[in-house]
């Protein structure tokens, strides 16, 4: 083999040093030929310099006849790697011989290839996700689909029970409750993901522990003692890799389980768990659409397809509306491929708006490559005489546009692998955004597929050829003359080119700076309610047993809420105790209202408005005061029907007219968060506080009396003065009052907003830099535009001044173009702009900021060009030969 290989290298060098030689004999063959014939023209009388010339035009193309020699010689395809491999070379040249273009073009498809690879790496991560192990494709969810309340009815776990009885094409069904539960490690409590799951996981993944076993069917008897299987990273944080970890017990919440097994590095199946306890169904029936939310799994029986297994379970569930029609009237199961977080009723709506967000970026990397493109074709055009000596020679229009192509294509691939590497490193940090506190997905990983590799491939040839082939059809699209008269042109696509640059900066850059200020909103809101002085974290009771009745379940939690309010509050410097669906600092819900006709409101009022669900003591732990009607009163958290509003909403609604007696109702909105069609009566006004938002008519809010039933979100709010340090005190309470009792995201409310304002400031910087990188480029087109311009009219511009044409005449002449096509791209920059909407004078304000840095950029752009116009003189122009 090695000889084999070695023999063939020799015989690849042998022809190659062949090729050299056989090129010295024909270069030696055609000069004396020639030379010969000059001599015989010489002695006919023509001079030196004009026999040589027409002994060469007499002789014919050498080039071609150096072809023909050396494909009869069987040298034709070592010569086409030599002819590439030289383009190659040429082309790196070139990018050394003009470095601003190179920098400029490399760092704006770098940044075009980036944003693509990472849209379509995030399109596989959450839309169309490949699940890490063994026959992963075939691994599938069942939902169902709630047509009353187009979503997804989680409370599936009576189905579950029925599909695992009588489904044949689906194998290794199983399912899981998620939680969150206590964990106990010696004298450390801290809450934990976790899962209550069907055996069957363990088979349908496939995965095998590192250390003792998986979950077994026996395991989920009642009879059986309580297992639990561990993930690695788990063993590593809270176990120090404790070899002899198998065997030992723990107290997980309520339930003391022993250790069966370690699972390997990066399984957290079903999304993010790092802990497994049997599910157990072997106690009280579960009703239909009760017990809690459930994610039901399986995989494909051996040649099942989806729309049969879904067929399938269709059927079943038909059975089961049947026998229950009031629960199930309105569900459709749905089967998709696991790890697909849309139902089926969701998909095309999804689908299209991800190919709206492909479609732009795409676009986004067409008019990068495309100014680069313009570039191109100005120097390019300003290497006439070589591409003119080259046809001369006898090289062909498809020759000079591949040795182009192949000179843009050196660029593109340096800047694709740069730009790569940028969405490998946005890709890791962007994950740690988005996750914040949570677990991404096990199934995530910050690293780049082959897929996306490919994909960026395409991308990279697709920019190539915009950079390269249409630049060099332009160039050699006109004569042998145009080439060296001067004679080309910038067309209307680079026009179009240049008007869309502009244009696109001028819609961004109010983007990038409303994002600057936006991302401020999150200290202010902390620093207007004292947020420094507040500990919070989300209450959260496990159900457990999962045959209680929901009122059963509710009347739990409330009394669990109210015994750790009441012991906190018993707490020497605990000032104050309370709770919210929906803290200050975070952003809020808005919500669609309706007035009640007989108010008296005005028909014009504003008809949105946010809306927080309140515990008791909500407004006297935050400070606010009450300015007209009344606060909450004990009985209205029983009773419910009222509500109070801000000082905002009663301005904007009521335009200043009390609102005090009159009934509103929510008619858009999360129902399960607020009624949607209760009247609800305001029997109080307060003062603006913690949502204070940057547009006025986005400030009014709507507060609603709520007890800890959980029926909303419990947040829960606590007023000391050291957070940080009360924290491990307020979980050690919480453990006191009952191991069903979680508290999650245990932080001080000052650091609450960070996780979203630090994915605004990191939204906005790519913002930036994309309109920067085409601010950059369009200056940069422009003053391409502007030296070429020049360069191609020197005489025209010094026949002007000859005749006494004034400067600001000739600068007004060949500068126009320019400024019609920078005043354009303004213009369709500003219209774009306010299609998004100019809702206060701070907006419009920086629109007119980006105006005017757009204009600053195109006249600066302008300078060198206008000013080596103006030093042009009428002699110097005259003796141009182009």
């Known amino acids: 083999m090695i000889g084999r290989q070695l023999a063939r290298i020799r015989s690849v060098w042998s022809g190659a040093r062949a090729g050299e030689g056989l090129d010295a004999e024909l270069d030696e063959e055609f000069r004396?030929?020639?030379?010969?014939?000059?001599?015989d023209l010489e002695r006919q009388g023509l001079a030196p310099e004009a026999a040589m010339r027409q002994a060469r035009r007499e002789f014919g193309n050498p080039v071609n006849t150096r072809e023909d020699v050396r494909a009869s010689r069987g040298l034709h395809r070592l010569d086409a790697f030599r002819f590439y491999w030289l383009d190659i070379k040429l082309g790196l040249r070139m990018l050394a011989r003009y470095p601003a273009l190179t920098l400029v073009g490399t760092l704006a498809i770098a940044v075009g290839v980036a944003l693509s690879a990472l849209y379509f790496e995030s399109y596989q991560m959450f839309v169309d996700p490949r699940m890490?192990?063994?026959?992963?494709?075939?691994?599938?969810?069942?939902?169902?689909?709630?047509?009353?309340?187009?979503?997804t009815a989680g409370n599936a776990l009576y189905d579950f029970t029925m599909w695992r009885d009588q489904l044949r094409t689906?194998?290794?069904?199983?399912?899981?409750?998620?939680?969150?539960?206590?964990?106990?490690?010696?004298?450390?409590?801290?809450?934990?993901?976790?899962?209550?799951?069907?055996?069957?996981?363990?088979?349908?993944?496939?995965v095998k522990p590192v250390l003792g076993r998986t979950l077994i069917e026996r395991d989920e008897l009642l009879s059986e003692p309580p297992a639990a299987v561990v993930s690695h990273s788990l063993w590593q944080s809270r176990f120090d890799v404790d070899p002899q970890i198998v065997g030992r017990s723990i107290e997980l919440g309520a339930t003391h389980a022993t250790v069966v097994g370690v699972m390997p590095e990066g399984f957290g199946f079903p999304v993010s768990q790092r802990i497994w306890i049997p599910l157990r169904l072997g106690g009280a029936p579960v009703p239909p659409r009760g017990g809690p939310n459930v994610q039901i799994f399986g995989r494909l029986a051996e040649g099942v397809t989806l729309p049969k297994a879904e067929a399938e379970v269709a059927a079943i569930s038909r059975r089961i509306a049947a026998d229950?029609?009031?629960?199930?009237?309105?569900?459709?199961?749905?089967?998709?491929?696991?790890?697909?977080?849309?139902?089926?009723?969701?998909?095309?709506?999804?689908?299209?708006?991800?190919?709206?967000?492909?479609?732009?970026?795409?676009?986004?990397?067409?008019?990068?490559?495309?100014?680069?493109?313009?570039?191109?074709?100005?120097?390019?055009?300003t290497r006439g005489r070589e591409i003119a000596l080259r046809t001369s020679l006898g090289a062909s229009r498809g020759r000079i546009v591949t040795q182009l192509f192949v000179e843009a294509f050196v660029l593109t691939v340096i800047a694709a692998a740069i730009g790569l590497a940028l969405a490998r490193l946005a890709l890791g940090y962007g994950l740690g955004l988005i996750a914040g506190n949570e677990a991404m997905p096990f199934w995530v990983v910050a690293k780049l597929s082959l897929e996306t590799i490919v994909y960026a491939g395409v991308l990279t040839l697709i920019g190539a050829s915009i950079v390269g082939i249409l630049p060099a059809l332009r160039v050699t699209r006109g004569s042998l003359r145009d080439a060296t008269a001067g004679n080309l042109r910038f067309g209307r696509l680079w026009t179009g080119v240049i008007v869309a640059q502009v244009a696109l900066t001028v819609a961004l850059l109010p983007i990038a700076a409303d994002g600057v200020l936006q991302s401020n909103r999150f200290s202010n809101r902390a620093e207007a309610i004292g947020a420094e002085h507040f500990l919070i974290a989300q209450f959260v009771m496990d159900q457990q047993d999962y045959g209680l009745e929901p009122a059963a379940v509710a009347a739990r939690m409330r009394a669990a809420y109210e015994e750790l309010e009441r012991r906190l509050a018993a707490r020497p410097g605990v000032q104050a105790v309370t709770f919210a669906d929906q803290l200050p600092v975070h952003d809020q819900a808005k919500y669609s209202i309706e007035v009640d006709k007989t108010s008296g409101a005005p028909t014009d009022a504003l008809r949105q408005s946010t809306g927080v669900n309140v515990g008791q003591g909500f407004f006297e732990a935050f400070g606010t005061s009450v300015v007209a009607g009344r606060a909450f009163a004990a009985g209205d958290y029983e009773r419910g029907g009222v509500l109070v509003v801000n000082e905002s909403f009663a301005r904007l609604v009521f335009g200043g007219r009390s609102p005090i007696g009159h009934r509103i109702r929510v008619i858009e909105g999360n129902a399960t968060e607020l009624p949607s069609k209760e009247w609800y009566e305001i029997v109080g006004i307060v003062r603006d506080f913690g949502w204070t938002l940057d547009v006025p008519r986005e400030q009014a809010a709507m507060y609603y009396p709520r007890l800890a039933t959980g029926v909303t979100r419990v947040n829960l709010a606590i007023r000391v003065q050291d957070p940080e340090a009360f924290a491990p005190r307020l979980r050690a309470i919480a453990a006191e009052v009952s191991p069903l009792v979680t508290l999650r995201d245990v932080q001080p409310l000052a650091g609450a907003g960070g996780s979203e304002a630090r994915i605004n400031w990191a939204l906005t910087s790519v913002v930036w830099l994309v309109g920067g990188i085409v601010l950059l480029l369009a200056a940069t087109g422009i003053h391409a535009l502007m030296a070429f311009t020049v360069s191609r009219r020197t005489r025209e511009i010094g026949i002007r001044a000859a005749l006494g044409a004034r400067p600001r005449r000739v600068m007004t002449k060949v500068f126009s173009r320019a400024m019609l096509q920078i005043g354009l791209g303004v213009l369709v920059g500003s219209v774009i702009a306010a299609s998004w909407g100019l809702n206060s004078a701070r907006e419009v304000a920086v629109l007119l900021a980006a105006i005017g840095v757009m204009l600053t950029a195109g006249l600066l752009a302008c300078a060198v060009p206008l000013r080596r116009a103006l030093r042009i003189q009428p002699i110097d122009a005259l003796r141009e030969e182009g």
Do not use: Q
Request: a neutral charge; glycine letters at 8%.
């Open 132 to 151: 890490p192990f063994p026959e992963g494709e075939r691994v599938v969810s069942i939902r169902l689909w709630d047509k009353a309340a187009a979503s």
């Open 170 to 206: 689906i194998e290794h069904l199983g399912a899981a409750v998620p939680f969150e539960r206590t964990l106990r490690v010696d004298e450390s409590i801290d809450p934990v993901r976790g899962a209550e799951i069907s055996a069957s996981a363990f088979r349908l993944a496939g």
């Open 324 to 381: 229950h029609p009031d629960t199930h009237k309105d569900l459709i199961p749905r089967v998709t491929g696991y790890g697909k977080p849309l139902a089926a009723g969701e998909s095309l709506m999804m689908l299209r708006a991800l190919s709206i967000v492909n479609g732009i970026f795409v676009a986004l990397l067409a008019i990068l490559c495309a100014n680069v493109g313009a570039l191109v074709f100005a120097r390019a055009a």
């Open 32 to 39: 004396l030929h020639i030379e010969l014939r000059a001599r």
